[in-house]
């Protein structure tokens, strides 16, 4: 079996992080190097890792973080043939997450696969089925043209050493990265059998900054500025129909209202930062009022 390297990123997740340790500490492959590379953390979240991580663990500072930046830096102190991403709030739910993972790896025509993400038992409805429809059985998104989402996920290193993360984007470097695998005629895997626990309940302003960054940065991947009636008034009507549906066949009545609020501004957000992407506009000018 390879060597592997786990690196985990980490910003105030004291609500979580112990619990992905020991998880990770507790898995039947075991192989494995722990890199912890924490963005600041005030609330002890560094503390309870040093406590558990006697590899690499070290710090930088909040405003310094850029996502792509900061993992090719981690890379470079891995010594893995495999580098495995957990986030510091993903918590496998099983000791054969791990080797679950990486074993699609030896076939040299894939890239990077990424694991199952199951919500949180406090999660809302919406977030519920927005997670069961990215990830569950996996044949949604086998439809969509590019998926991989780096929280829980694992690439060759070879590849990311010769391809590295983008350095720039703010958002959505792992779409970018498996886009150009693609390209370059490699395949991305959805390891259903590698669970971890994975989801959040956002916040106005979180779920506006989150979309439109996504948006935005969609626009820098795929080079297409997208059009409001089928960008937005579409799927905002097609995601609404099939959320009114969902909620009723689970008697979530009292979560019905939350269609109208929640829908409407992440695909809005979504929109806007792809506009805003080909206008020139950063997050930082756009002064919304979230």
């Known amino acids: 079996m390879p060597k592997v390297s786990i690196i985990m990123r980490s ?3 004291i609500a979580y992080i112990e619990n992905t340790l020991k998880m990770i500490f507790s898995q039947n492959f075991t192989d494995f190097e722990l890199i912890n590379v924490d963005s600041g953390s005030t609330d002890g979240t560094f503390e309870i890792i040093k406590k558990y991580n006697k590899n690499i663990v070290y710090q930088i ?3 310094d973080y850029i996502p792509g930046r900061v993992l090719n830096k981690a890379i470079e102190k891995a010594s893995g043939d495999i580098i495995v991403f957990n986030n510091s709030d993903c918590i496998p739910t099983h000791k054969e997450w791990l080797e679950n993972l990486i074993r699609p790896l030896e076939n ?3 890239a990077g696969v990424f694991g199952q993400q199951i919500p949180r038992a406090d999660a809302k409805a919406l977030i519920v089925k927005d997670g069961n429809r990215a990830f569950g059985s996996g044949e949604i998104v ?3 043209k590019n998926f ?3 929280a829980t996920s694992a690439i060759r290193r070879d590849l990311i050493v010769e391809f590295p993360f983008n350095n720039d984007l703010q958002y959505n470097e792992d779409l970018e990265w498996s886009w150009r695998m693609k390209k370059l005629g490699y395949k991305i895997e959805y390891v259903k059998d590698a669970i971890v626990e994975h989801s959040h309940n956002y916040s106005k302003q979180g779920l506006y900054k989150r979309f439109w960054g996504e948006g935005n940065t969609e626009g820098a ?4 500025k997208y059009n409001i009636l089928r960008h937005f008034l579409k799927p905002l009507f097609a995601e609404m129909v099939r959320d009114i549906i969902y909620l009723l066949k689970r ?3 009292s979560e019905i209202s939350e269609v109208f609020y929640y829908r409407p501004r992440q695909k809005w957000a979504f929109f806007i930062g792809n506009q805003d992407y080909f206008n020139n506009i950063k997050w930082s000018e756009r002064n919304e009022k979230n």
Request: zero cysteines.
């Open 61 to 63: 500072k909040s405003e």
């Open 251 to 253: 008697n979530k009545y």
């Open 148 to 150: 991989f989402s780096l």
């Open 11 to 13: 910003l105030n997740d």
């Open 108 to 110: 040299k025509n894939i």
């Open 142 to 144: 086998k439809k969509w």
């Open 221 to 224: 991947i795929y080079g297409k």
